[in-house]
């Protein structure tokens, strides 16, 4: 079945930056585009950002475009977020997320907290 598994959060400052991973299985991965969302407390999920199946494209939300980068390892089954730059509003439950015929599928999350 297919398995997204993230890590990575945590507490952070103001300005600092955190990597996180999204390990996949299940599914043929290198097929796939990969997705991020986040979701703050009281507030719908947002999309954060997205990668094609080979890696050769990328889009962002406008509230990460220039501080936010989606990588992936196809060897790995993994999909990446690099975060810099971090500021309160980007407090929340990250998601992985894939969508294969139709159906979405969604990790557990990782929690990142920005605070001083």
């Known amino acids: 079945q297919v398995q997204l598994v993230e890590s990575g959060g945590g507490l952070v400052q103001p300005g600092g930056s955190l990597r996180l991973s999204c390990a996949a299985s299940g599914f043929t991965f290198s097929s796939y585009a990969m997705r991020w969302y986040r979701q703050a407390p009281g507030k719908e999920r947002e999309f954060v950002a997205r990668?094609?199946?080979?890696?050769?494209?990328?889009s962002y939300a406008d509230s990460v475009k220039g501080r936010f980068t989606i990588s992936r390892d196809n060897a790995k089954n993994t999909v990446y977020l690099q975060m810099n730059s971090l500021n309160a509003d980007d407090t929340a439950a990250y998601y992985c997320?894939?969508?294969?015929?139709?159906?979405?599928?969604w990790g557990q999350g990782t929690q990142v907290t920005v605070s001083s």
């Open positions: 997320n894939t969508m294969i015929y139709s159906s979405n599928y």
């Open positions: 990668i094609t199946s080979t890696g050769g494209s990328t």
